[in-house]
């Protein structure tokens, strides 16, 4: 798949550039290294940080970033040094604490490096990046010290969220222009297709849905409406764990990525997996955005497009409470029936009942405005890495 060209600001040129470690254990899916490997980027492009990635899959992360090795310990991409880390002992081939150290989503450090932050003459400002939560309770906890039992450590969480005194979410400085430009370009969008699904653009009246989505049992049913429904669906799906309730839909036996295939009123196209900016032009090209987890989940809030997210399911249904938190901050400045319709939906998208396409189509038009009043008022709380390294200067000084 193609994309637009990556966003990027333009980095800042401190004397005393602020070194960083990041430490990513990818877990079972794309999320956790996605949202280092943007953090990493964007300290390093827009705040001039020097930044060391360390991640414990490499292929996970090939996935994101095509460019990267799998047969090297320690490589440079983007400015950005990766090392390939083997917990729990390991910390780089030569250990250097950096001046900021980012743990990530509570992935615990390997025992001698924190030694060594004990170690060094002046300690370092140690992060736990939590995962991201709309609940009330992340503005009390973020930024809470903690103290390690054993050396004079203490390490600040940091919880991203939707609302004000939380840590907010990722957003580079000119992703808004880069969006714009996309969507003011009628020769950009055509060659996006051309190159993505090996077609022209869709019709006018034809609804366009990007699907990334972890297995899903409601996902036969969605199919079902849209290949009855009354205008045109055109439906653009990267492959992974949704590929199979495609390819079983259609009758093919697998739906790989270039493939192809009618029903009814539905078309789909299924994509080949794509970088982390290529990602973005998908979310750009669709009218309605289906996204999982909690990376994609923050690029389609920023789309401005209405948006259905499948939360990561957690034992018990502790995901629900999450999934409703996000509900009221987005749904808050909607009319009642339009509110009404989206929670439903999320929550058929999530396993309670059965998604209603046709209420949900209906109140599109107020949920595009809403969208686009979102990413506003989401912006007011400013982006993770600005007010990360906000933070970090009042405590480096």
Same mark, same amino acid.
């Given at each position: ?8 600001g ?7 550039p602020i ?6 254990a ?9 949202v ?5 980027r964007?300290l ?22 095509p460019? $990267?090795a799998l ?8 400015g ?8 729990p002992a390991?910390?780089?081939?030569t250990?250097?604490?950096?001046d ?21 003459a ?9 995962y991201?939560?709309?609940e009330?309770?992340?503005a ?7 103290p ?11 919880f991203p ?8 979410v990722?957003?580079?400085?000119d ?6 430009a996309f ?12 190159n ?7 019709p006018?009246?034809a ?22 429904s009354v ?20 009758g ?5 990525a ?22 973005d032009?998908?979310l750009?090209?669709?009218d309605?955005?289906f996204?999982?987890g ?17 939360i ?24 009642a029936?339009?509110?009404f ?5 999320w ?11 046709a ?7 107020? $949920?595009?405005?809403?969208a686009?009043a ?11 890495a ?12």
């Amino acid at each position: 798949m193609s994309s637009v060209a990556p966003v990027s600001g333009s980095p800042a040129a401190p004397a005393n550039p602020i070194a960083c470690d990041i430490f990513c254990a990818v877990i079972d899916n794309f999320g956790d290294i996605g949202v280092c490997w943007r953090l990493a980027r964007q300290l390093a492009r827009e705040h001039g940080w020097l930044v060391r990635v360390f991640v414990d899959d490499l292929h996970a992360f090939q996935k994101l970033c095509p460019s $990267l090795a799998l047969d090297r310990a320690r490589q440079t991409v983007e400015g950005i040094i990766i090392e390939h880390w083997h917990q729990p002992a390991h910390a780089g081939d030569t250990l250097e604490v950096a001046d900021v150290v980012i743990e990530a989503f509570a992935c615990e450090l390997p025992p001698v490096y924190i030694a060594a932050m004990a170690e060094r003459a002046r300690a370092p400002l140690w992060f736990n990046l939590e995962y991201l939560s709309a609940e009330d309770w992340v503005a009390d906890f973020h930024l809470r010290p903690s103290p390690h039992p054993r050396y004079g450590l203490s390490k600040t969480f940091f919880f991203p969220g939707l609302g004000p005194g939380t840590g907010g979410v990722l957003k580079e400085r000119d992703l808004d222009a880069a969006r714009a430009a996309f969507e003011s370009s009628s020769a950009a969008r055509a060659d996006w297709w051309r190159n993505a699904t090996g077609h022209a653009p869709p019709p006018a009246d034809a609804t366009v849905v990007s699907l990334f989505s972890y297995e899903n049992p409601a996902v036969d049913s969605l199919l079902e409406q849209w290949r009855d429904s009354v205008s045109p669906i055109v439906l653009l799906a990267p492959e992974g764990r949704i590929s199979g309730a495609l390819a079983r839909f259609f009758g093919l036996p697998s739906f790989a990525a270039g493939t192809h295939a009618t029903r009814g009123n539905l078309s789909a196209h299924s994509l080949a997996f794509t970088e982390q900016p290529g990602y973005d032009a998908l979310l750009w090209a669709s009218d309605v955005n289906f996204v999982r987890g909690e990376d994609s989940f923050v690029r389609a809030q920023w789309a401005a497009k209405p948006f259905v997210w499948h939360i990561y399911p957690q034992a018990d249904d502790a995901h629900l409470p999450k999934l409703d938190a996000a509900l009221a901050h987005y749904t808050r400045r909607l009319p009642a029936n339009a509110r009404f319709a989206l929670q439903h939906f999320w929550h058929a998208w999530n396993g309670a009942g059965q998604p209603d396409w046709a209420e949900f189509k209906r109140h599109c038009p107020a $949920l595009k405005r809403r969208a686009a009043a979102w990413a506003v008022e989401l912006a007011q709380v400013g982006d993770l890495a600005g007010n990360l390294t906000s933070f970090a200067k009042t405590q480096l000084k």
